[in-house]
């Protein structure tokens, strides 16, 4: 048997390359890409070009829009300097203004001469640590006008050239105007005393205490109301009030003559103190 005989014989796939070219168009078309690669590769490139083509229309159209944002912002911060400059503007002209008018004020102030600076009050006379603040009534207050309407009358300043007539007259005006002075009331000041009194323990009997304190007796000293104030574990201390002329009675006189009582006080302190 000779070669061509066998190799006739022998099933042998010759158009498989055919086959396989059929088969690779049978599934493209199922795909639906019935193109060639060459065509997909142009295709793909077209792609590119016009994916790149609108990537630079957007970059431009973002650049031109963020352009006109910054020319906004930047003509929006312009007008607010300005308006800044003008408020300043007018800030310095309002000092100027006012430094001329001090500069006026101060020149006129060193040519005139100096004005006289008025002579302090007095102080008030102080009783007990504290001024004393005189009460005036009704009646006083009537005698007190009638004795300036008096003053008025009184020529303390009279010239030289007077008679004796009128020098005599001068004097017993004044006399007269020494001695009403000399017979009017002085006033009293009062104060207002409100006192605790603390025992030495609970047990101590706070009636026979607040006898004790009322016993006390002095010119110018007025009791008044009291009331038990409780402190602590059981023990109350007796608060009193009283009135005192300032003059007469002090709070040193009845803190030492309430301490006496050694039995019932063991302390006494001032709670409040008020001028009358």
Same mark, same amino acid.
């Given at each position: 048997?000779?070669?061509?005989?066998?190799?006739?014989?022998?099933?042998?796939?010759?158009?498989?390359?055919?086959?396989?070219?059929?088969?690779?168009?049978?599934? %493209?078309?199922?795909?639906?890409? /019935?193109?060639?690669?060459?065509?997909?590769?142009?295709?793909?490139?077209?792609?590119?070009?016009?994916?790149?083509?609108?990537?630079?229309? !957007?970059?431009?159209?973002?650049?031109?829009?963020?352009?006109?944002?910054?020319?906004?912002?930047?003509?929006?911060?312009?007008? /607010?300097? %300005?308006?800044?400059?003008? #408020?300043?503007?007018?800030?310095?002209?309002?000092?100027?203004?006012?430094? #001329?008018?001090?500069? @006026?004020?101060? &020149?006129?102030?060193? !040519?005139?001469?100096? &004005?006289? =600076?008025?002579?302090?009050?007095?102080?008030?006379?102080? =009783?007990?640590?504290?001024?004393?603040?005189?009460?005036?009534?009704? &009646?006083?207050? !009537?005698?007190?006008?009638?004795?300036?309407?008096?003053?008025?009358?009184?020529?303390?300043?009279?010239?030289?050239?007077?008679?004796?007539?009128?020098?005599?007259?001068?004097?017993?005006?004044?006399?007269?105007?020494?001695?009403?002075? &000399? !017979?009017?009331?002085?006033?009293?000041?009062?104060?207002?005393?409100?006192?605790?009194?603390?025992?030495?323990?609970?047990?101590?009997?706070?009636?026979?205490?607040?006898? @004790?304190?009322? #016993?006390?007796?002095?010119?110018?000293?007025?009791?008044? =109301? #009291?009331?038990?104030?409780?402190?602590?574990?059981?023990?109350?201390?007796?608060?009193?009030? @009283?009135?005192?002329?300032?003059?007469?009675?002090?709070?040193?006189?009845?803190?030492?003559?309430?301490?006496?009582?050694?039995?019932?006080?063991?302390?006494?302190?001032?709670?409040?103190?008020?001028?009358?």
């Amino acid at each position: 048997m000779s070669a061509v005989d066998f190799l006739a014989q022998e099933k042998i796939w010759f158009d498989k390359p055919r086959y396989d070219e059929a088969e690779r168009r049978f599934y %493209e078309h199922m795909n639906g890409s /019935s193109q060639s690669p060459q065509d997909l590769g142009a295709n793909s490139i077209l792609q590119d070009i016009a994916r790149a083509r609108e990537n630079i229309q !957007k970059s431009l159209a973002g650049s031109t829009s963020s352009g006109a944002g910054d020319q906004g912002e930047l003509v929006s911060r312009i007008k /607010s300097l %300005e308006l800044e400059n003008h #408020s300043l503007h007018k800030v310095v002209d309002d000092l100027r203004s006012a430094l #001329s008018k001090l500069e @006026c004020r101060v &020149a006129v102030l060193e !040519k005139s001469p100096a &004005a006289a =600076t008025p002579a302090p009050a007095p102080a008030a006379p102080y =009783t007990n640590g504290t001024p004393a603040q005189q009460r005036k009534t009704s &009646a006083p207050v !009537k005698e007190e006008e009638e004795d300036e309407e008096d003053d008025d009358d009184i020529d303390l300043f009279g010239s030289d050239d007077e008679d004796p007539e009128a020098e005599r007259l001068k004097e017993q005006r004044l006399k007269e105007y020494a001695e009403r002075k &000399a !017979k009017k009331p002085a006033l009293i000041a009062k104060s207002s005393i409100l006192l605790d009194v603390k025992p030495w323990d609970d047990e101590t009997d706070m009636v026979k205490l607040e006898e @004790c304190v009322r #016993s006390v007796h002095a010119d110018g000293l007025l009791w008044g =109301t #009291s009331k038990l104030v409780p402190v602590g574990y059981g023990i109350k201390k007796l608060q009193i009030a @009283c009135v005192v002329e300032d003059d007469k009675v002090g709070t040193d006189m009845l803190e030492e003559e309430i301490t006496k009582f050694e039995d019932y006080v063991q302390s006494v302190d001032v709670a409040a103190f008020n001028k009358i």
